[in-house]
């Protein structure tokens, strides 16, 4: 993800981009919950339905393998965390992901009151970002960037399987 981008724009690119980030998302969004729903899965909005949803959807990203960074020293390039995490995704799962932020943004902002979209504090590295706001402590969700972790989280490490249920389990102790 290209923090830069987001902390580059100003107070009304930012605006515009979460507005428009929104309105697109909600309409694009409903095709993918469609085929979801063929599938056989339930999603109604609820945090209870991120967790299977993006389950499924681990299995729809296609990966794209990286070469190491020979400038990086020797200790990294031999340590298996850093050879796991050597992809990124297609641009077609790009795309997913960015479904998939708006819906994990939005079951937590349709179950919680207390909870609104907004963007990221200019003091944090989630500057302008789209947000979810309202969580104890001050606490922003960047959505996109929480649910890009997580799958890339999820696709270098298969034997933790519980690592989506345990971040939306980690939000919603987050919430007032």
Same mark, same amino acid.
């Given at each position: 993800?290209?923090?830069?981008?987001?902390?580059?724009?100003?107070?009304?690119?930012?605006?515009?981009?979460?507005?428009?980030?929104?309105?697109?998302?909600?309409? &694009? #969004?409903?095709?993918?919950?469609?085929?979801?729903?063929?599938?056989?899965?339930?999603?109604?909005?609820?945090?209870?339905?991120?967790?299977?949803?993006?389950?499924?959807?681990?299995?729809?990203?296609?990966?794209?393998?990286?070469?190491?960074? @020979?400038?990086?020293?020797?200790? #990294?390039?031999?340590?298996?965390?850093?050879?796991?995490?050597?992809?990124?995704?297609?641009?077609? @799962?790009?795309?997913? #992901?960015?479904?998939?932020?708006?819906?994990?943004?939005?079951?937590?902002?349709?179950?919680?009151?207390?909870?609104?979209?907004?963007?990221? &504090?200019?003091?944090?590295?989630?500057?302008?970002?789209?947000?979810?706001?309202?969580?104890?402590?001050?606490?922003?969700?960047?959505?996109?960037?929480?649910?890009?972790?997580?799958?890339?989280?999820?696709?270098?490490?298969?034997?933790?399987?519980?690592?989506?249920?345990?971040?939306?389990?980690?939000?919603?102790?987050?919430?007032?």
């Amino acid at each position: 993800m290209d923090l830069q981008y987001f902390q580059n724009l100003n107070p009304s690119e930012a605006r515009q981009l979460l507005e428009e980030y929104l309105e697109l998302q909600s309409a &694009n #969004i409903i095709p993918l919950l469609e085929t979801y729903r063929l599938a056989g899965g339930r999603c109604g909005y609820t945090t209870d339905s991120v967790t299977p949803f993006f389950t499924w959807l681990v299995d729809q990203l296609t990966v794209v393998r990286k070469a190491p960074d @020979s400038s990086l020293p020797g200790w #990294i390039l031999d340590c298996p965390t850093y050879s796991r995490f050597l992809f990124h995704f297609d641009d077609p @799962s790009n795309v997913l #992901i960015l479904r998939a932020s708006y819906y994990l943004g939005e079951s937590f902002v349709s179950e919680f009151s207390g909870l609104s979209w907004g963007l990221g &504090n200019q003091e944090t590295v989630e500057a302008n970002m789209p947000v979810v706001v309202g969580f104890r402590h001050g606490l922003e969700m960047a959505t996109l960037l929480v649910t890009e972790n997580l799958f890339l989280r999820t696709l270098a490490d298969p034997e933790n399987p519980n690592g989506i249920e345990t971040a939306v389990n980690s939000w919603r102790l987050s919430v007032p």
